[in-house]
């Protein structure tokens, strides 16, 4: 389903030769990449192989010791995470980091926190363009409530929902951001196959009405060749293949390394 | 049957995001509102006022203040009597050096000094947290103790180191009897409570439980981690000074650093455990707790005991009374009074169909 009408653009976000390690342990080693506009890149590899720590480096959580990551066209060694998020750049999380104790709504509306310009105090006012800041930041908080099928648990607490709702409202969340490039960590683990169809089909729309730019981690090769334009591999913290998922299934390497070992 | 949403439809985002959504919780704040401006003031008599009442708000103020930083922001801080203290030295030494300016005005500064001082010793906090923050939090505490009682410029070299208060004069009249002195106070701390209840539904608060809730995560939504922790203490310190103002003013009627010892912070502390972290009503309930628990103990003996228990025996008591819940409401239900609150509200709501 690789889909035909869709304008794959220029190179968004370059990797180079990205080396991190924590203390001896090396996670990853000169891993080169690009992302390309409007496309969904899917990294795959098995555990440990470093791919949550690469969308760690690409938002700033991580700071690699070597190579440079160049993003809209400015290169930076390192980056602070609130500062990759004002450029656009949004995640979801491998275990879900919510904010539990507050409403779904409220989480996604933290989301929202880099539109609003209102300073506090006119916050302890709540009053004239405040208020007006807050109604229109949750009236695009509804639309996403709505595109996410989230309506019934808008005021409930994230922390009483099941797995599968949680991650929905962390893409939420991210979607709130309106971002330009969204970093999904494995955003359909442990769910069951009605659960990740919905998400595939989330993915798919964001990617296509908002032309926004995914790079996602995924275990459930099915679903990667399914939604994904292209498909780099990652095994001991080094890159071992890149291509369209039919080049990456057919390679020997990665048919040793991965898709030959049943997870 | 009385207390439920139904047919109250919510037409608008305004409507929903309005600060007691829900009709009779608005009629609620509103009858209490007015007892608390009208009623009371002409019913209680002085001692009740006085001793009780005034104490009572200017509690609820600084566990308000405190709720702020630990209940919403998640910074554990035990300086919080520390900060009061600076907002009462701020305003005396503000009254006495320069006349001129009114004594609200003062305490609008002394809290704004607080905040300073807040912010310097929320510092460590970008790098330390829970245990160790509370810690450093200790160190701004008896630091600031100390230097209130060494450095005699804070206290015009007063040989006692207690001062009166300065008298509060305003537009030609004194704030000295209990009830004018209630009805300021309570002015005071209504404005406070509603701007905190704003703040905290608006992105500032969300951006505070951000930070609580999962710290990684609120930096890669935007958060500047540091800017929001800071801001957390700078309001946190601004409501602890005034309310230190107050104390000194309104109701101890001298300025001395005793009353801001470690004590007072634990005990404010409590207030927020019993009342609710991260809870605007629960600061105010668990200040009334704290405030009426030793009242209450007390006629309880005397009608149950016929006075029998010495004064040493129910002070006791009342440590231990105080300890049990605090454990109970840390294991059982962090979110304290106002959560039982609410769940009684629910229970009312589905009433007489609980199911
Ligand atoms: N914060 C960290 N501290 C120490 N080691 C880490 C940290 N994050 C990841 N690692 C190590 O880096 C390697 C790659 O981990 P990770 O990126 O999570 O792999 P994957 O997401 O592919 O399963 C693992 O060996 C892991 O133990
Ligand atoms: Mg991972």
């Known amino acids: 389903m690789s889909q035909a009408h869709k304008k794959i653009g220029d190179i968004m976000l370059k990797v180079e030769d990205i080396s991190l390690s924590f203390g001896g ?64 750049i949004a995640r979801t999380f491998q275990n879900i980091a919510l904010f539990k104790g507050m409403s779904t709504l409220d989480n996604i509306m933290t989301g929202r926190l880099l539109k609003m310009r209102r300073n506090f105090l006119w916050q302890a006012l709540y009053w004239g363009p405040a208020q007006k800041e807050e109604i229109e930041n949750r009236m695009v908080c509804e639309k996403i409530i709505d595109f996410l099928e989230i309506q019934a648990i808008r005021k409930t607490p994230v922390g009483r929902l099941p797995y599968g709702l949680q991650k929905r409202v962390e893409l939420g969340r991210a979607l709130a951001m309106e971002p330009d490039l969204l970093l999904l960590d494995e955003p359909m683990a442990g769910m ?57 299934r057919a390679d020997q390497e990665v048919i040793d390394a991965y898709l030959g070992v049943s997870h | 049957m009385f207390y439920r949403e139904a047919g109250q439809f919510k037409a608008s985002y305004a409507a929903d995001q309005s600060i007691f959504p829900i009709a009779q919780d608005r009629f609620g704040v509103l009858v209490i509102l007015a007892v608390a401006f009208v009623f009371v003031p002409l019913v209680a008599n002085e001692y009740w006022l006085r001793s009780i009442l005034t104490p009572f708000l200017i509690f609820s103020l600084a566990a308000l203040g405190l709720n702020i930083l630990t209940g919403y922001a998640g910074q554990l801080s035990l300086g919080t009597a520390g900060f009061m203290a600076v907002g009462a030295f701020a305003a005396y030494n503000l009254q006495i050096r ?99 209840k704003n703040m905290v539904r608006s992105e500032i608060g969300r951006a505070w439980m951000a930070v609580r809730d999962m710290d990684v995560a609120a930096e890669v939504i935007g958060i500047r981690l540091l800017h929001t922790k800071l801001l957390a203490f ?51 309930l668990g200040a009334a707790f704290i405030v009426l628990l030793p009242i209450v103990l007390n006629n309880v003996s005397s009608i149950f005991a016929g006075g029998t228990l010495s004064a040493h025996t129910l002070s006791h008591l009342e440590l231990v009374i105080f300890g049990s819940l605090i454990i109970f409401f840390l294991i059982v239900e962090p979110a304290g009074l106002a959560r039982l609150w609410q769940i009684a509200k629910e229970k009312f709501r589905l009433w007489p169909f609980p199911y």
């Open chain 1, 25 to 88: 342990v090396r996670a990853l080693s000169g891993v080169s990449f690009d992302v390309r506009e409007h496309e969904i890149l899917a990294i795959i590899g098995p555990n440990g192989a470093g791919k949550s720590s690469m969308l760690n480096v690409i938002n700033g959580v991580y700071h690699p010791q070597e190579g440079a990551i160049t993003y809209k066209g400015s290169t930076r060694k390192q980056m602070r995470p609130h500062q990759a998020a004002k450029q656009g």
């Open chain 2, 98 to 196: 320069i006349p001129e300016i009114p004594f609200i005005l003062d305490f609008v500064l002394a809290g704004l000094i607080a905040a300073a001082v807040g912010i310097l010793f929320g510092l460590p906090s970008l790098r330390i947290k829970g245990f160790y923050l509370a810690v450093a939090t200790l160190a701004a505490q008896f630091f600031l103790e100390w230097l209130f009682t060494r450095v005699g410029w804070f206290t015009n070299y007063s040989s006692s180191g207690v001062i009166t208060a300065p008298p509060m004069v305003m537009f030609g009249f004194e704030f000295s009897g209990a009830q004018s002195r209630y009805l300021l106070t309570l002015s005071i701390v209504a404005v406070l409570a509603l701007a905190a």
């Open chain 1, 192 to 248: 069951n196959v009605e659960e990740k169809e919905d998400m595939c089909r989330f993915v798919l729309d964001v990617n296509d009405e908002f032309g926004t730019t995914i790079a996602l981690i995924e275990h459930d090769m099915g679903v990667v060749m399914d939604i994904s334009d292209r498909v780099m591999v990652l095994d001991y913290g080094r890159k071992i293949a890149d291509g369209s998922p039919d080049e990456v």
């Open chain 2, 234 to 284: 700078a309001v946190s310190s601004f409501y602890c000074g005034i309310a230190g103002a107050l104390w000194a003013y309104v109701y101890l009627g001298t300025v001395e650093p005793q009353a801001f010892d470690i004590f007072r912070s634990f005990e404010i502390l409590f207030m927020i455990i019993i009342g609710g972290l991260g809870s605007i009503l629960g600061s105010f």
